[in-house]
Each structure stands twice: as C-alpha cells, then as structure tokens.
C-alpha cells in the first residue's frame, strides 16, 4: 500500500512543467491565497478578495489494473487526460491521499496553465492503518509523521526530490502547484482502537501550538492538533505560506451519540473536530472533513429520526438526515471528503432507502451520487468528493474477501467486489465481449458443434430446441458462452424451452445434473436459462463456498454440504448482513444474504442505448443466440490470470488454491414440464435423458464436454471508460457550478 513517509529532497526548484528547460517556471502563475471562512473553502487571486469556492471534488488513488498503489504507476499520459475529463466534469477539486509520483504534479501544472478555471488540490499523507494498529498509540508515530508531512509540503512547492524505496512514489518533485493547493486532509479513518489507546497512554493536557491549539482537547485530538501545527509551521518557514489544514473523519469516531448503534466500536470513543481550533497566527483556518456513506455503520438504518428525515425534496433520506445532525453539531466548516456508491454486481451492504454498497447499474449509480451532493450542499457543507476517479481492481471487501488471492486482486477485474467499482472512470478488459449478440467478437472463441440431431418433439418450438453451436470466451472479468440455435424465431418461448450450462473446474467427474434431467456431466456449477427472474447459478454443495465460510450463521445443514445428495446443486448467495441486535429496541436484525447467482437479462454493450452494466445473459434473435458472461468470482476462482481456484476448502481451507488446467463446458435445451416452468424442471422424455439436444454431444446419459482453456496473463490489457454515472455527476457539479458555488 502507497505510503507518504520518505525523505525531504535537496531544495531542487524546477521549472513548472518539469521539462529542466527554459519554459515557464513556478512563481510566474498567479498568486493565490486559500482559507477557510465562515460557511467554506475561500480563495483570493493576487491582490483581489477572497471568493467562496464550494468542492465539487473526486478522490484520486494512486493503483490502476495490473498494479498495487505502492507501485506509484499511473503514467504522465494518464494523468493528463484523467485530469482533462475531470474538467470536462465540472471536478474543481481533486484530492489525493499520499504524495504521487512527479508526473501528477506536472500534469497539474499543465492543466492549470492551459485552463481558466484551475483544478485544486485536497492533499494528504498517509499512515496505514496496520501501522497504527501496531502502534496501539498514535503518538509514537509522530516522528514519522511529521517527516510525511513535510514530504508532502515539499512535492507540491516542487522542491525536493525521493529517493526510491519500495511502497512509496519517488523522483525529482520540480513542478510548484503550491498555486492550486486549496488545503491538507491529513491521515486516515482513525481506528477506535488507536484512538483509545492513545487517550488512555497519554495525559490529557490540550495542545498550544503556534498555528493550531487544542485547549482542553483528549490525548487524540491534542496529537493531531500537534501534527497540523508542524505541518503549517514547516510550510509557514520554508515557503512563506499557510493554506487550511484539517484531518480525516468519519461517522465511527463522530462526536455525535448513537444509541441505536448495535456495533459497539462503531460508536465507542470520539475524535472532535472542533477540538482543533486555528490561533490568531494562523488565519487560513481549519475545517472537519468526514468520510460519509449511506449504508454503514448500522445506525444510518436503525436511528428513526435519520430513517424518518424528510430532505430538501420532501422525501424520508437517512443519509441527509446523519448530515443535517452532523453540520448543526460542528462548528466548524464541513467538507464531505468521501461519498458514492459502486456499480458493482455484487453488494455487501443494505441501505434503507436503496442507497446500497453494491448492485447498482451505472447509471442508477450516477443518480444516487448526484442526489447524494445535492444531500451534501442543501445541508450546507463546504462540498463534497466523490470516491472515487476510476475503479480499483486491488481492493477488496468484507463478504467477499476470503475467496480471492490477495497477492493477485490487481490482476483481474473482480465485478463482484463493490470495493472495486466505486469509480467514475471504468478500466474494461481489452478482449471482452459486448454481450449483445455481435458474431464477430466470438470469432477467436473455443467452440464444439453437435454430433448428432436433436429429439423432434414437434411441440413447435424444435428449432428452438436445437443447438447449433457452443462457444466459449474468456477475459480478465468473465467466462463468457454463446450458445447458438437454429432458429429463436423472434424471442425464445420460455415456458418451451430452457437450456442447461454445466461447468466444471475440479475434475470431479461425471454428476447427475439437477433439474430432473436425467443426465450427467462434469459440473460444479449449473446455469439454467429459463428466461428473466427463472435463470440462475448453482453450485455443487460441497463446492460452495459460502456454506463453507457464513453456513453457521446463515443457520445451514452444514453436514448436507459436506456430503451432499446425488443430484442436489445449491444457490450461490452472498452474504451482507451477519446480524445483530440494535439497543434501545431489541430487536434483533438476523443473518441476511442474496441470492447472487441470480441472472439479469440485458445488452452488455457500453455503446448500445440500451446497456445495462449488471447484465450477465443477451438474448439475439436476430443472430439466432443467447450470450451469458458469468464474473469469475461466481465459479470460485481465486486468481483467473494464473488459473487458480478454490481448493478442498471442507478438508485444507479457503487459502489452498488449486491450478486447473482447463473448464469442462457442456450445453443442453430441454422442455420444462408443465406447470413447473418457474422451478425449471424437465419434462420426461421417453429418451437416454430428458434433453432435447446437448452440445458437444454425449452417450448413455452422460454429457460429453468441450474443453477450454482460459488464457492467463502476467499484465491485464484494458480500456478506459467514463461511466454512465459520470454524465450525472458532470450534471449536478455544472447545475451548481452555474449557481456561482
């Protein structure tokens, strides 16, 4: 993980595009001057007034697909054009977390040159939070940092230079956007933990300092209070400058009470912004600055009189009803330094008015945060940042967290971790398929043909019956198949025909297939496609993971999926809530997952009018094919790049990943019995099985199975693309924009 501690560089003051020639240098833009006034962020040009400049912001990390963020990779190239679209956006602030590599501030400089209204800057240091939990007490690490700090103060005055060291950006810092830096955020979400066990190990004495005070603060906030003090004062002395300050927050350590929190360490101890004030010396300011989210902790749910809020709009918001108490109980100026919500496949928690982490389209995920800012400046804040620019493939989630390689996340694209797709600016595989019926994308696939006709039922619906074709895909998100009929005539009948895809990884050998269909396959995992709201995925019982790591809670016959039933294939479910009891009430909220191996039917294509980024199956009648893309997340694989999955889990645990060599992939339609079209059972045939046709083809019951072999990669190769949620984005920051704020 990208840290901020190295070393302070040796004075060296370029020219502002970094370029070590004649052109222009820093000191020759203009002269601003940042502070925080009474309602927010203030800047003055030159020798005018000061005028209220209100955030409309994106948080910026530092990893892209194919590297951790430690490796400080994203390329001069790339942070111009991300900072061209971000101007696009109506984005005035962007803000960074840790000191990036050279190129970020020479693309800022650039920008600001080349354009009328300047991009700022939000900067901050970081100090993971494994180091602070290690250190238990946060003053311990005070050394460490403070040198940050001064790192960071030195990169964007342009004056020093870092010397590599692994974790961390490095090179001649030379470009000074000192002009554009509207104020630091410094540190991370404060573990209560760390918060308490610095309370506990230290006098609580407050903190005078010279530019910041913490009179009468707890140890925490007077160390903190200390930490800004130095910072200011270092930029104070070597630069002459001061800018607002601030550190992070979030709704764990507000200052607020929540009784019906049911978490105790979500609301055990506090760290209060307005414990930190600004002395007379010192008039750029402070501010709070607070990560809010609308679906977690659990008292955004459970309080009534934030379920209950009425906003600006006259509708019930929870989440501008935390906001409207948090503002009303700080002094200070309030900027929302992180808000969103992805458009992940997968979720991992609920939000009781549908703002969920997780499962949204992309443009559903557009409407929420523009919503979510309007929430944000009707409670008058300072603004807000938008987490995040661009989706990142190296993170991980709780539900989800125990079923992949951490040492690979980056490597491939997880679309059912919602960590990962929090972005504006999606990163797709270069090879995908657009699931929307396109032969061409399908030319390089592995495919198998029948080796024999199908049954004649002469129900009407035999060409429909009949597979002409399997074809198999893959990429750095998904296992793609098409199969292919000889005639859909305008839409498949459902209640007709259903098709069967039987996937298998573990080379377990033949199992009789669920559904009633008298057949077996090598399967792990089953796809029935029975039409919308009728297709989904299942999974052997003794491979399912989830049994394996939430069974307990989720109150599962865990022996039933140690030593499962001929036949029987369970659902694929998700957990999102382990449960709880909120006090106060005592009502006892219990275990709840979903069932995510659901299929939705749609046009996978970002450049049909018609996408929908959660589609998992197209149907084409034009082409005579139906397209399923199934995340690789749902067939238990730990690492597709390196084709590991999942091992004995039941006998040597989550983390014994298994190479395989190959997919076994078998298809077959057959008609689901009357009545029972719902549940997808077949209908007896007077036949070796109860299928109408199988692809490749099979004998004596038993499915024969294509076999593919997915590519594997060291480097994922992949696309940029501004998500649908970025034109609403674009639409909320431009509305306010024009309203002057």
Known sequence: MAGAVGTAGCGLRGDADGSGGDGPGAGEGPDRRFRVGDDGFEVAVDDGEFVPVSVRGVNLGMAKPGRFPGEAAITRAEYDRWLGMMGELRVNVVRVYTVHPPAFYRALAA???SHAEPIYVLHGNWIGEETLREAGDASSLSAEFDRSMRQVVDAVHGATTIEPEPGYASGTYDADVSDAVLGYVVGIEWPPAVVRETNRTNDATGYDGEFLAAPDAPPFEAWLAARLDAAVAYEASEYDARRPAAFTNWVTTDPLEHPYEPFVNEDAVSVDPDAVVATDAYDAGTFAAYHVYPYYPPLLNETPEYVNYVDHRGEPNSYAGYLN????ATDH??????????SSRGIAQRDVHGRDQGRHTEAEQGEILAAMYEDIREADTAGGVVFSWHDEWFKRTWNLAPFSDPNRRPFWSNVQTPEQRFGLLAFDPADA????????????ATAATPDRDPLRLGDGADAAHELTAVRVASDAAYLNVR???????????????NYLLALGTTDSGARPLPYEAGAAAPADFVVRLGGPDRSRVTVHPRYDAFAYEYGAGAGLDLDRYRDPEPGEFAPLRLVINRGYTVPVTDEY???????????RYGNGNPESPDYDSLADVHVSPSNDAIEVRLPWALLNVADPSRRRRLGDFWTEGLDAYETFESIDVAAASYVPADGTADGGTA??????????????????????SLEFVPPTWDRPAYTERLKESADAVADVFDRYARRGD
Do not use: M, Q
Not at 325 to 328: H, N, P, Q
Not at 433 to 444: C, I, K, Q, R, T
Not at 488 to 496: Q, R
Not at 592 to 597: A, F, L, M, N
């Open 111 to 113: 920008y600001n040159r």
């Open 325 to 328: 108490d948090l503002v009303d």
């Open 333 to 342: 100026p309030l900027l929302v330094a992180e808000f969103g919500v992805p």
């Open 433 to 444: 398929v657009p699931l929307d019926g396109s032969p061409g994308a399908w030319a390089d």
């Open 483 to 497: 199969l292919e009929l000889a005639d859909l005539d305008g839409g498949p009948d459902w209640d007709a025909t």
């Open 589 to 599: 909220v219990p275990f709840e997952s979903v069932e995510t191996g659901r299929l």
């Open 683 to 704: 209908r007896p045939l007077d036949a070796a099985t109860n299928l109408a046709h199988a692809v490749p083809g099979g004998s004596d019951g038993a499915l024969r």
